[in-house]
């Protein structure tokens, strides 16, 4: 792998990727919040750019190491909803294989995460429908991008089988859960299907961060989006209502038959992953953290048969 990128060597490394003319007058911002990668914006010469370089290590507490080739599965990934869905995603502007490092366009300035907004109780179904008419265009598409082994290394292993570990008295319900999504290889699914991954402006909104794009099982998006909510709603129950409103929007947009037991059940084993798995959610407070544990593992233990049961069941 080339040099990680820093602050200072971003500048000559766009340049020599024909991104920008010259390296004098360029504004580079580092962007904090991920952590599976190095992001820099970049801004000059009448364009603003994003800068993304994967790396093998994640920035979190316990070791989490994922090959860094998934960059390239998210520039074919940008490439295919750029055909499927024009406007959804941002322009890819460069792909190096050998630096795992992507350009894009960077959103404009007043755009911002859908997850702050929520987070700050704005809670819009409009971008809930949005997201679930999109899911639906790609799982319907076709297309063979990422493998199972990155979504293993990025989302089987320090999600489900982490909390397997921990949870040694639950192991064996969690493990029908890994058996089936990793059995299911039918469509393209995103894998990281959360709000902090959509960009939310007044003339568009984009879906970002590809690289967990594999085929695998369409339930595991539907899932993902819809624990992200329900945490939200754990975290502020005064905005619960519109939090279960959106999930609602979002599922009825997607538009395609699903299976709420297995659906509300997984959404319960991602719960419990955001408490105790490598990558727990950083707003929860301590209470939020044993709230969540108790209704996630109420939800995939004996899931409800409908989305209205299951937020009724999160704790107040």
């Keep these: 792998m080339r040099e990680q990128l820093s602050s200072q060597t971003v500048r000559g490394y766009l340049v020599g990727r024909g991104v920008f003319t010259r390296a004098d007058g360029l504004e580079v911002e580092e962007l904090a919040g991920g952590v599976a990668c190095m992001v820099f914006a970049v801004r000059g010469e009448d364009k603003r750019v994003v800068v993304k370089q994967a790396l093998e290590r994640f920035r979190v507490v316990d070791e989490w190491l994922v090959p860094p080739e ?93 909390i397997q570990r921990r949870h040694a008295e639950l192991a064996g319900r969690i493990g029908e859960y890994i058996e089936r999504l990793v059995d299911t290889t039918c469509c393209v699914v995103h894998g990281d299907y959360s709000p902090k991954n959509v960009l939310v402006g007044h003339d568009g909104l984009w ?8 085929r695998g099982d369409p339930t595991f998006d539907l899932a993902f989006l819809l624990n992200h909510l329900m945490l939200k709603t754990i975290h502020s129950p005064q905005v619960g209502a519109g939090y279960e409103t959106c999930g609602r929007a979002f599922l009825e947009a997607y538009g395609q038959e699903v299976d709420m037991e297995y659906l509300l059940g997984l959404v319960g084993c991602l719960m419990l992953a955001r408490v105790d798995g490598k990558s727990p959610a950083e707003y929860l407070t301590d209470t939020d953290r044993e709230h969540a544990r108790t209704a996630g593992i109420a939800l995939f233990s004996d899931p409800p048969g409908s989305l209205a049961e299951a937020w009724a069941g999160l704790p107040p």
Aim: hydrophobic fraction near 50%; aromatic fraction near 6%; avoid cysteine.
């Design 70 to 162: 998934r960059a390239m599965t998210e520039a074919r990934a940008l490439e295919l909803m750029a055909q499927l869905a024009p406007g959804s995603v941002p322009p890819l502007l460069d792909s190096d294989p050998e630096a795992f490092a992507l350009v894009v366009e960077e959103a404009p300035a007043d755009w911002q995460p859908w997850k702050s907004l929520l987070l700050a109780g704005e809670a819009d179904p409009a971008v809930a429908a949005w997201l679930g008419a999109l899911l639906a265009v790609l799982h319907s598409a076709d297309g063979d991008i990422g493998s199972a082994g990155s979504f293993e290394a990025q989302r089987i292993d320090p999600y489900l089988r982490t």
């Design 207 to 214: 879906v970002i961060d590809w690289e967990v794009a594999h």
